[in-house]
Structures are given as structure tokens and as C-alpha cells.
């Protein structure tokens, strides 16, 4: 009963939010738009009143609104990539409102940036532009490429989307589309069966990303957010690209009232030809494809109300043959040879749907209501028998016999079997609004989430040693599981301008109930942008915040199938002190950022990692701290040309609760992270460019199969992996054709120096 109470007065309240009742000062209000030659809105053009450092950004109609002091002059810079920046005069001193429409000039002998960073509005929120990104060297086909090269952020595995930040898991990283949260397939245990990952490149606008210490209108997750923004056509336009990995195509367009607009966008990815090199040989039949479209009708200047739709089927056939392996040291080598009979069938198939309304009563207030209804059909199923032997070999480079077979230590077979079968169902209904001042703003959110999961699991290996039968594996479950969420967060932001600082407060509180365990849930979060006067180039921020992560499906599921719920939200405290610094060497721009952070863990669940599969303990049996340190250098070291280095040490540690063995590594615990991004033209063809990318990792802890002792633990080898692309453009930007904007052809190699690496 008193849960109830609780969230009866949560709903009172938020209902009740004054939308106007914020004291605002009564500054010189300058407002207007941006457009391009062509009469289109500019959107996320940057405008700077240099004499406060304030400024905003445009909204996609490219209108902005700011706020300066009366009683003076001031100059407004204007700027956005691919454009000239502009400076405009405006006199506060004889008037309270001000109308400045600005056309800004296309740029035509400036190139394209790959990653910029644009002012900060959230302390530890950073932006990143998907410009040139498909030109990119990128097996995996999605724009979380560009996410894996944030510092803070880890994979060890190129045929996966799938992304580690700063010690947490696949499962700690939240994904929203426009506002939406994007939900990931359950059964996908590799990242070879993983197909697109959900957001389209085609379709991006832009893309923010918080490593921690996010603000409260982000959910209940405790390691990342990526907010992807799809935008909004404003004329027509259309792209394809085929390549050996797939192909994909796009289309947008605006009608002539402009009152309807439309992008939408097909792909379809093969990795057989990636898959063929790895050791397992056999047969791969991947195909992956999806659609997504996103259409939008402004009634009026107030109300419109977008769709976005997604459907996806991704099946994954393999029928292997043999595989073929050298491990050991030079002084102790050996060899694992396994022929196969069997088959393995995957087929994941999810659909989204998305409905958002919204309401602008005022130029300030924006309300919007959603709803959206995810769907995940997955089916999972193998019979796979391995004949294997494990031999010797010779390792004195000197005998007639060196690298060959001298004593054979094992033969042996094991069958693996699997029919496992997944159908997840989520509807989430949601309000949002922001009222936006000239030095503060306030967000809120109510939102009801409706789950359901039935899953059916059949799942064991047998071992068969010198005829000796065991069975190792047997998982058999019927689970289901019914489930609601209730969440809502209260956010509130204040810029305040002192004699020697500049300063931008969030305060915010996410509350969250959930019916499975009865638990409620209080998130109170806290950042702080500093800006000095004295160094203008400098911006500092501190964040601090509860993050709470009411247990889904998986955590609730332990490796033979069984359910806890009673279990409890997974608990992390984050701390975050960081700073960034742009300077320039000549003329040549470049940016300076650093990170340290300290995250208290509290109720964990332990897991174990298998590629890209967790197992989880169903239990609130750990607790535990990570700890880092990143820094990032970005900037165009050669002119036009972004490029970027970056490196992260981190130390993630838990404590099993009582039993006996103090502290040990997290699956995550890679101490050393390092990650360089470069650029460059051939001297005298500046129609030729190369991408060079770096990757090295430190070795992961892994642990025995099929133990309970997770202080026992190996490290696998440190991760290496160097990939070189090419791209020449036929036609750029910078001189488009009448009918085309730009035409180019890239070859790219993966794994540069075939580096054998480690996934789990």
C-alpha cells in the first residue's frame, strides 16, 4: 500500500509542474534563424555572444533563441562545419527584443571533419558527427565504430557492435533513437551471428555520448548513453553503396508545403567473407538486412507527430567442418585438431514501432507524448558433434621433426545440442517536457513500460574421453515473465554568470518501480560546467549521481535456466572530474579532454563473459569499485583531415560476499586501453585519402569453464589490431554534379598484420 501511495504522489506532482512559474530575469531577448544560400534551415549551427562565452545552439527548423544583458553591444559569432563563420553587431540598448536572421556561406574549400566536438550543455555529454563516416574502415558496418574510439570505451571483438565502458558490460549501455530506448536481441551468443545493429548511418543526424555521470532524464543503467538523433529532410536526396559486406540504400525527401518529410533507409550485410578466415572452416551462410523509415507532419507552428518504424531479420547458418589450432609457448607448443558433423540455425527477428506527438504552446515549452511497441522473435538451435585431438608438438627448432605431431595426449569427441527459443514483447507510453528560460530550463517525464518474455530453453553437451561418457552441460527451462515499470525523472538546469566564472548547474532526480521485485527506486544526480573568463579556451565540469538498474530478464535468468526474482537493482555510484582545452598549433584546431572517475558498486550480480554472451549469478552476492583515468587529443593534425589518439587506464574490482577469497578482477578489467585515428592526403592528389586505425588492449581475466570460483582466473593475451583504408573521391562535395553530390570508391583492410586475438 504504500508503494502505491508513493507513486500516486510522485504522478501528482509531476502533473502538477508550474510550467511557467520560473522566475526569469528580463535580459534582451535575440532571436531567429539559420539558413543556408538556398533558403534551408541549418540545424546545430553554433551561435557565441564572445563577450559572455554564452551561447546555443539552432533547432532543426534552424530557429535559436538567447538571452544578453541589456544596456551594451555585443558580437554574435555564428558558425557550423562546411560554412564560413560569420559575425554580427547587435545594439541591447534601446530595445528588449531583437530579430537577427542570418545565411550563412557554403565553405567550398573546406573538408568535411569525421569528429567534432560541439560546446558542452551537459557535464559529461559529448557530441559526435557522423560526416565521412561510411568512408570509414568498419567491418562491422555500424556507427558505434566511431563510439569504440571514444576513450573509456573497449571491445575485443570486430565482428560486434557490442561495446565495454569503463568496466561495465554490454548490458550496462543504454541506446536511445529519437528519445526512444533500442532493446537488443537476447540469444545472440557471438559475434558472428550478430547482424546491424539498430541505428542507420544514413539516417543520423547526430550523436551524443556520456561514459558517466549522465544527467537524470537518461535511464536506469549504469555505464553509458547513446542518444542518436535522426534527422529531418529538408530537401530531397538519395545515396546507395555496395561492397563485398552488403549494400544499402536511402532516400528523403520533403513535400512542397513542407508540411510532410520522410527518410528511410534499407541494408544488407554478408560477413562470409570475414567469417571465412577465421579458424573454424566450414560453410557460413549469414544474411542480414533491416528497414527503417522515419516520417514526420507538422500540422502547424505547434503541433507535429513523427513515426518511426524498424524491421529486421537476421539469420545466421553454419555448417562447419574442421578447425585447425597452434597455441602454447615456443618452448611448449601444441596443437588442437577438430572435424566436425553437424549444423547450427539462427534466426533473430525484431520490429519496432514508434508514435511521437508534439505540442509547442509557447516558444519555450515543448510536451510531447510517446509510444512505441518493440517485438524480439529469436530461435536458436544446433546439433554439432567435434571429433578432437590434442598433440605435442616439437619445439626445437633444430630436428628434422620441428612444428610436427611427437606426442598425442588426447582423443576425444563431444556433442552440443540446442533448442532454444525467445519471444520478448515491450509497449512503453511516455510523456516528456521541457520549459526552456534564458538562463534555466527544467525537463520532466512520466513514463509506464509493459514487458513480457517467454523463453524455452533445451540446452546440454556431452563428453565422450576414451570411452568415458559425462554430460557437462544440461540447462532445461519454460520461463515466463510479465512485467511492468514505472519511471519518471525531474530535471532542473541554471547558468550563472560571476566576475571571474561562468557556471551551468543540473540537479535532477529518476525515480523507478518495479513490479517484479517491489522495489523502488531514487536516482538523485548532480553536474557542474565551469567556464573561466581568464581562460576562455578551458571548460571544466564535476558530476555526480545514483544509478540504479532494475534487473531485466537475463540477470534474472542464472546459467541452468532458473529464475530469482527476488533479486535486486544492480547499484553504482559515479564520480567524474574532467576538463577539456581547444587551442590551436598554427592554424590548425585541436582539442584537449581528460576524465577521472571513481564508481562505488553496490548489489552486484556476478557474470562470466563468453564472446558476447553473459551468464549471469542471479544473486546480489558482490560488491566492488572501477577506477580510471582517460584523456583523448583530437584535432587536424593534417589540415582539413580529422584525426584523433586516445588512451584510458582503469583498474574494476569486486568482492564475492563471504566467500573467504578477497578482492578479484571483473570480466572488464582491462587496465590499458589505447586508440589512435589518422588521417591524410597523398602530396599532390588530394582526391586520394587514407585511414589508418590502431587498437591495443591489455589482456581480460577469464575464469575455468563451469566453476563457482570467480577469484580464479588467467589472462588472455593483449588485444592488437591495425586497419588501413583507402578512399578516392570522383566527385566531393565541394563541386557536386547536377544530378550527384558525391561519388567515391574505398578498399580497406581489417586485422592489417593478422593478429591471432582473443575474444573470450
Same mark, same amino acid.
Given at each position: 500500500?504504500?508503494?502505491?501511495?508513493?507513486?500516486?504522489?510522485?504522478?501528482?506532482?509531476?502533473?502538477?509542474?508550474?510550467?511557467?512559474?520560473?522566475?526569469?530575469? &528580463?535580459?534582451?531577448?535575440? =532571436?531567429? #534563424?539559420?539558413?543556408?544560400?538556398? $533558403?534551408?534551415?541549418? *540545424? %546545430?549551427?553554433?551561435? !557565441?555572444?564572445?563577450?559572455?562565452?554564452?551561447?546555443?545552439?539552432?533547432?532543426?527548423?534552424?530557429?535559436?533563441?538567447?538571452?544578453?544583458?541589456?544596456?551594451?553591444?555585443?558580437?554574435?559569432?555564428?558558425?557550423?562545419?562546411?560554412?564560413?563563420?560569420?559575425?554580427?553587431?547587435?545594439?541591447?540598448?534601446?530595445?528588449?527584443?531583437?530579430?537577427?536572421?542570418?545565411?550563412?556561406?557554403?565553405?567550398?574549400?573546406?573538408?568535411?571533419?569525421?569528429?567534432?566536438?560541439?560546446?558542452?550543455?551537459?557535464?559529461?555529454?559529448?557530441?559526435?558527427?557522423?560526416?565521412?563516416?561510411?568512408?570509414?574502415?568498419?567491418?562491422?558496418?555500424?556507427?558505434?565504430?566511431?563510439?569504440?574510439?571514444?576513450?573509456?570505451?573497449? &571491445?575485443?571483438?570486430?565482428? =560486434?557492435? #557490442?561495446?565495454?565502458?569503463?568496466? $561495465?558490460?554490454?548490458? *550496462? %549501455?543504454?541506446?536511445? !533513437?529519437?528519445?526512444?530506448?533500442?532493446?537488443?536481441?537476447?540469444?545472440?551468443?557471438?559475434?558472428?551471428?550478430?547482424?546491424?545493429?539498430?541505428?542507420?548511418?544514413?539516417?543520423?543526424?547526430?550523436?551524443?555520448?556520456?561514459?558517466?555521470?549522465?544527467?537524470?532524464?537518461?535511464?536506469?543503467?549504469?555505464?553509458?548513453?547513446?542518444?542518436?538523433?535522426?534527422?529531418?529532410?529538408?530537401?530531397?536526396?538519395?545515396?546507395?553503396?555496395?561492397?563485398?559486406?552488403?549494400?544499402?540504400?536511402?532516400?528523403?525527401?520533403?513535400?512542397?508545403?513542407?508540411?510532410?518529410?520522410?527518410?528511410?533507409?534499407?541494408?544488407?550485410?554478408?560477413?562470409?567473407?570475414?567469417?571465412?578466415?577465421?579458424?573454424?572452416?566450414?560453410?557460413?551462410?549469414?544474411?542480414?538486412?533491416?528497414?527503417?523509415?522515419?516520417?514526420?507532419?507538422?500540422?502547424?507552428?505547434?503541433?507535429?507527430?513523427?513515426?518511426?518504424?524498424?524491421?529486421?531479420?537476421?539469420?545466421?547458418?553454419?555448417?562447419?567442418?574442421?578447425?585447425?589450432?597452434?597455441?602454447?609457448?615456443?618452448?611448449?607448443?601444441?596443437?588442437?585438431?577438430?572435424?566436425?558433423?553437424?549444423?547450427?540455425?539462427?534466426?533473430?527477428?525484431?520490429?519496432?514501432?514508434?508514435?511521437?506527438?508534439?505540442?509547442?504552446?509557447?516558444?519555450?515549452?515543448?510536451?510531447?507524448?510517446?509510444?512505441?511497441?518493440?517485438?524480439?522473435?529469436?530461435?536458436?538451435?544446433?546439433?554439432?558433434?567435434?571429433?578432437?585431438?590434442?598433440?605435442?608438438?616439437?619445439?626445437?627448432?633444430?630436428?628434422?621433426?620441428?612444428?610436427?605431431?611427437?606426442?598425442?595426449?588426447?582423443?576425444?569427441?563431444?556433442?552440443?545440442?540446442?533448442?532454444?527459443?525467445?519471444?520478448?514483447?515491450?509497449?512503453?507510453?511516455?510523456?516528456?517536457?521541457?520549459?526552456?528560460?534564458?538562463?534555466?530550463?527544467?525537463?520532466?517525464?512520466?513514463?509506464?513500460?509493459?514487458?513480457?518474455?517467454?523463453?524455452?530453453?533445451?540446452?546440454?553437451?556431452?563428453?565422450?574421453?576414451?570411452?568415458?561418457?559425462?554430460?557437462?552441460?544440461?540447462?532445461?527451462?519454460?520461463?515466463?515473465?510479465?512485467?511492468?515499470?514505472?519511471?519518471?525523472?525531474?530535471?532542473?538546469?541554471?547558468?550563472?554568470?560571476?566576475?571571474?566564472?561562468?557556471?551551468?548547474?543540473?540537479?535532477?532526480?529518476?525515480?523507478?518501480?518495479?513490479?517484479?521485485?517491489?522495489?523502488?527506486?531514487?536516482?538523485?544526480?548532480?553536474?557542474?560546467?565551469?567556464?573561466?573568463?581568464?581562460?576562455?579556451?578551458?571548460?571544466?565540469?564535476?558530476?555526480?549521481?545514483?544509478?540504479?538498474?532494475?534487473?531485466?530478464?537475463?540477470?534474472?535468468?542464472?546459467?541452468?535456466?532458473?529464475?530469482?526474482?527476488?533479486?535486486?537493482?544492480?547499484?553504482?555510484?559515479?564520480?567524474?572530474?574532467?576538463?577539456?582545452?581547444?587551442?590551436?598549433?598554427?592554424?590548425?584546431?585541436?582539442?584537449?579532454?581528460?576524465?577521472?572517475?571513481?564508481?562505488?558498486?553496490?548489489?552486484?550480480?556476478?557474470?562470466?563473459?563468453?564472446?558476447?554472451?553473459?551468464?549471469?549469478?542471479?544473486?546480489?552476492?558482490?560488491?566492488?569499485?572501477?577506477?580510471?583515468?582517460?584523456?583523448?587529443?583530437?584535432?587536424?593534425?593534417?589540415?582539413?583531415?580529422?584525426?584523433?589518439?586516445?588512451?584510458?587506464?582503469?583498474?574494476?574490482?569486486?568482492?564475492?560476499?563471504?566467500?573467504?577469497?578477497?578482492?578479484?578482477?571483473?570480466?572488464?578489467?582491462?587496465?590499458?586501453?589505447?586508440?589512435?585515428?589518422?588521417?591524410?592526403?597523398?602530396?599532390?592528389?588530394?582526391?586520394?585519402?587514407?585511414?589508418?586505425?590502431?587498437?591495443?588492449?591489455?589482456?581480460?581475466?577469464?575464469?575455468?569453464?563451469?566453476?563457482?570460483?570467480?577469484?580464479?582466473?588467467?589472462?588472455?593475451?593483449?588485444?592488437?589490431?591495425?586497419?588501413?583504408?583507402?578512399?578516392?573521391?570522383?566527385?566531393?562535395?565541394?563541386?557536386?554534379?547536377?544530378?550527384?553530390?558525391?561519388?567515391?570508391?574505398?578498399?580497406?583492410?581489417?586485422?592489417?598484420?593478422?593478429?591471432?586475438?582473443?575474444?573470450?
Amino acid at each position: 500500500m504504500n508503494k502505491s501511495i508513493h507513486i500516486f504522489f510522485l504522478f501528482a506532482f509531476l502533473l502538477c509542474i508550474p510550467v511557467k512559474g520560473i522566475a526569469l530575469q &528580463s535580459p534582451v531577448t535575440i =532571436s531567429g #534563424q539559420i539558413t543556408d544560400s538556398a $533558403g534551408y534551415a541549418i *540545424e %546545430n549551427a553554433n551561435i !557565441v555572444v564572445l563577450q559572455t562565452g554564452k551561447g546555443t545552439i539552432s533547432s532543426r527548423d534552424g530557429k535559436y533563441t538567447l538571452n544578453v544583458p541589456s544596456g551594451s553591444t555585443y558580437t554574435l559569432e555564428i558558425s557550423h562545419i562546411g560554412y564560413l563563420t560569420q559575425h554580427h553587431t547587435i545594439d541591447a540598448r534601446t530595445t528588449n527584443q531583437i530579430e537577427l536572421h542570418i545565411k550563412l556561406i557554403s565553405e567550398s574549400q573546406r573538408i568535411s571533419e569525421v569528429l567534432i566536438r560541439a560546446p558542452r550543455n551537459s557535464a559529461t555529454l559529448q557530441r559526435i558527427t557522423a560526416k565521412d563516416f561510411r568512408q570509414l574502415p568498419n567491418p562491422s558496418g555500424g556507427i558505434e565504430l566511431m563510439v569504440k574510439t571514444m576513450p573509456g570505451v573497449s &571491445s575485443n571483438n570486430e565482428l =560486434s557492435s #557490442q561495446y565495454s565502458v569503463r568496466g $561495465g558490460n554490454f548490458d *550496462e %549501455n543504454l541506446i536511445y !533513437v529519437n528519445e526512444i530506448e533500442i532493446h537488443r536481441p537476447i540469444l545472440i551468443r557471438s559475434g558472428q551471428q550478430e547482424g546491424l545493429s539498430f541505428i542507420n548511418p544514413d539516417m543520423v543526424a547526430s550523436v551524443d555520448f556520456s561514459s558517466g555521470g549522465f544527467d537524470a532524464r537518461y535511464g536506469d543503467k549504469m555505464s553509458s548513453v547513446l542518444d542518436v538523433r535522426y534527422r529531418r529532410p529538408s530537401e530531397f536526396a538519395a545515396n546507395a553503396s555496395v561492397s563485398l559486406l552488403g549494400a544499402s540504400a536511402a532516400v528523403e525527401g520533403i513535400s512542397e508545403n513542407r508540411k510532410f518529410s520522410y527518410i528511410s533507409g534499407f541494408r544488407y550485410k554478408t560477413s562470409r567473407y570475414l567469417l571465412g578466415t577465421l579458424d573454424d572452416k566450414g560453410e557460413y551462410n549469414p544474411d542480414f538486412m533491416d528497414w527503417q523509415g522515419l516520417f514526420t507532419y507538422n500540422f502547424n507552428t505547434s503541433w507535429d507527430i513523427s513515426l518511426l518504424a524498424n524491421v529486421a531479420q537476421n539469420k545466421y547458418h553454419f555448417i562447419p567442418e574442421s578447425r585447425n589450432t597452434n597455441f602454447g609457448t615456443m618452448y611448449q607448443a601444441y596443437n588442437l585438431k577438430i572435424y566436425y558433423d553437424g549444423q547450427e540455425v539462427d534466426r533473430y527477428i525484431n520490429g519496432l514501432g514508434a508514435l511521437t506527438l508534439s505540442y509547442r504552446p509557447t516558444d519555450r515549452t515543448t510536451l510531447k507524448l510517446l509510444g512505441s511497441a518493440y517485438r524480439s522473435h529469436e530461435k536458436e538451435t544446433f546439433d554439432i558433434e567435434g571429433s578432437y585431438r590434442l598433440s605435442e608438438l616439437e619445439s626445437y627448432a633444430g630436428s628434422s621433426d620441428y612444428a610436427d605431431s611427437t606426442v598425442n595426449l588426447g582423443v576425444a569427441s563431444e556433442l552440443v545440442h540446442a533448442r532454444n527459443y525467445l519471444d520478448s514483447k515491450i509497449q512503453v507510453l511516455s510523456h516528456t517536457g521541457i520549459f526552456q528560460g534564458a538562463t534555466n530550463s527544467l525537463r520532466w517525464s512520466l513514463s509506464f513500460q509493459n514487458e513480457k518474455t517467454d523463453n524455452k530453453l533445451n540446452e546440454w553437451a556431452m563428453l565422450d574421453s576414451v570411452g568415458y561418457m559425462s554430460l557437462t552441460k544440461a540447462v532445461s527451462a519454460d520461463n515466463h515473465l510479465p512485467a511492468y515499470r514505472i519511471s519518471s525523472y525531474l530535471q532542473y538546469q541554471q547558468e550563472l554568470s560571476g566576475n571571474h566564472f561562468n557556471w551551468i548547474f543540473t540537479a535532477g532526480l529518476r525515480f523507478s518501480y518495479n513490479n517484479i521485485n517491489k522495489e523502488s527506486l531514487y536516482s538523485p544526480r548532480l553536474s557542474v560546467i565551469i567556464k573561466p573568463h581568464s581562460i576562455s579556451r578551458l571548460t571544466g565540469h564535476i558530476a555526480v549521481g545514483m544509478y540504479g538498474q532494475p534487473p531485466s530478464y537475463r540477470e534474472l535468468r542464472n546459467p541452468n535456466g532458473q529464475m530469482n526474482k527476488d533479486m535486486k537493482a544492480q547499484r553504482s555510484t559515479h564520480y567524474v572530474v574532467g576538463a577539456d582545452y581547444n587551442f590551436h598549433i598554427g592554424d590548425k584546431p585541436f582539442n584537449l579532454s581528460s576524465e577521472i572517475y571513481y564508481k562505488n558498486l553496490h548489489r552486484l550480480v556476478p557474470y562470466r563473459l563468453e564472446n558476447v554472451r553473459i551468464y549471469y549469478a542471479a544473486d546480489n552476492i558482490s560488491s566492488g569499485y572501477i577506477t580510471g583515468w582517460d584523456v583523448k587529443l583530437n584535432g587536424e593534425f593534417v589540415q582539413g583531415a580529422e584525426s584523433w589518439v586516445s588512451f584510458s587506464l582503469m583498474q574494476a574490482r569486486q568482492d564475492i560476499i563471504n566467500d573467504d577469497y578477497g578482492k578479484c578482477p571483473l570480466p572488464t578489467d582491462q587496465r590499458f586501453n589505447f586508440n589512435l585515428f589518422f588521417q591524410d592526403y597523398i602530396p599532390g592528389a588530394p582526391t586520394w585519402r587514407m585511414f589508418l586505425n590502431l587498437v591495443y588492449g591489455s589482456s581480460l581475466p577469464y575464469s575455468y569453464p563451469n566453476t563457482d570460483r570467480y577469484d580464479l582466473f588467467f589472462r588472455m593475451p593483449a588485444y592488437r589490431r591495425v586497419d588501413i583504408g583507402l578512399v578516392k573521391e570522383f566527385l566531393s562535395k565541394d563541386k557536386p554534379h547536377r544530378v550527384f553530390k558525391q561519388i567515391w570508391a574505398n578498399a580497406e583492410i581489417f586485422n592489417l598484420f593478422d593478429t591471432n586475438n582473443t575474444i573470450s
